[in-house]
């Protein structure tokens, strides 16, 4: 279980499905404010999120982006849910 000391877990929901789940090292989103990423420890966070691109930095040093439409990332005990309306 190397990979679960240097990651996080990641839930990525549509109203129609369970987009992604799984490990990853890092997650950049479009926060209302502006862009933001999250890594490892974060501390508890809820945000807005605008429509926009969103980034995973997945545990094998590879990445996985997207659009997705307005929605929230809720980050807490290295666990991350991502809500959104629709992603592409």
Aim: overall charge negative.
């Amino acid at each position: 279980m190397a990979n679960s000391e240097k990651g996080f877990q990641i839930e990525i929901v549509t109203p129609q499905q369970l987009y992604f789940s799984g490990e990853v090292l890092s997650v950049t989103a479009p926060g209302e404010l502006g862009q933001f990423q999250i890594l490892k420890n974060h501390a508890p966070l809820l945000s807005a999120l605008s429509s926009g691109k969103v980034k995973l930095g997945l545990a094998d040093r590879s990445e996985k982006s997207f659009s997705v439409s307005d929605g929230f990332l809720e980050v807490s005990g290295n666990k991350a849910i991502l809500l959104t309306e629709s992603i592409s």
